[in-house]
């Protein structure tokens, strides 16, 4: 039904700045409104993009964004080294020590209104719950395919890209969450107020594959197929995101 792909030509990196004018701009509110419906920021330059989309179709679904350290200022800071700043735990990690070539961040995660319809969506640009993961007597399980297949589809760029460590502010408990479809992520500090509670997070982009459950594993197969062909077929855009 959907397949992802890492924006890496002109038509699909405009598709995932709309993706992300729809979300953040017109339907959250977090960002201004753009004449020409495209919400890009200074990070975009060095970041590489996934645009989830309807296979055939190619309808827009989701997309989200892997942020690179800057080649020109490798020590210029990824966003949540600023917002975290006196929050991060640095006796479990220290972004200042490690590698800047193997430091990434996911951000910018974004699903369209009409594929998060769900009670308690409405103000979130994708939500994720525990009852997502475990069936209750009485209730369907529904699985959050699509930011999963997003998370996976940033962790697979990483992984093919030697990001070892894959940042993100994500929700208190969607760590917790994750784990228990053997995501291999976990909190690295305390909360902050950033477009409701936050708390950095980290996963390892060489541990995604050995830990994922037998459901998700599949999914993960497909995605990092996907993300190698397109990076063979588009290798000069990659390029350009690692040099400037």
């Not at 009409?114 to 475990?134: I, S």
Request: proline share 7%; with cysteine; charged share 25%.
């Amino acid at each position: 039904m959907f397949e992802l792909v890492p924006a890496l030509d002109e038509a699909s990196v405009e598709s995932v700045y709309r993706i992300r004018h729809e979300v953040y701009c017109r339907d959250l509110g977090w960002e201004p409104v753009r004449e020409n419906g495209l919400e890009c920021d200074v990070y975009d330059r060095h970041s590489v993009h996934c645009l989830l989309r309807r296979r055939g179709s190619g309808e827009p679904v989701g997309c989200t964004r892997l942020i690179l350290t800057r080649p020109d200022a490798p020590g210029a800071p990824l966003p949540f080294e600023q917002s975290c700043r006196d929050v991060i735990d640095r006796s479990v990690v220290d972004p200042a020590r490690l590698p800047r070539h193997a430091l990434g961040e996911v951000s910018r995660l974004a699903v369209l209104h009409r594929f998060r319809q769900r009670r308690g969506e409405e103000d979130k640009a994708a939500a994720v719950a525990g009852e997502d993961f475990v069936p209750r007597a009485g209730h369907t399980r529904r699985f959050p395919f699509i930011p999963v297949s997003l998370y996976l589809g940033a962790a697979a760029i990483a992984r093919h890209l030697q990001v070892e460590y894959v940042f993100v502010l994500t929700e208190p408990r969607l760590a917790s969450h994750f784990e228990r479809i053997g995501f291999d992520i976990r909190s690295i500090g305390s909360g902050i107020e950033h477009r409701g509670a936050r708390v950095p997070s980290v996963l390892s982009s060489s541990k995604v594959v050995a830990g994922l459950r037998p459901l998700i594993q599949p999914l993960y197969e497909v995605i990092e197929d996907g993300v190698e062909a397109a990076f063979e077929a588009h290798p000069e855009a990659i390029r350009s995101r690692l040099l400037h």
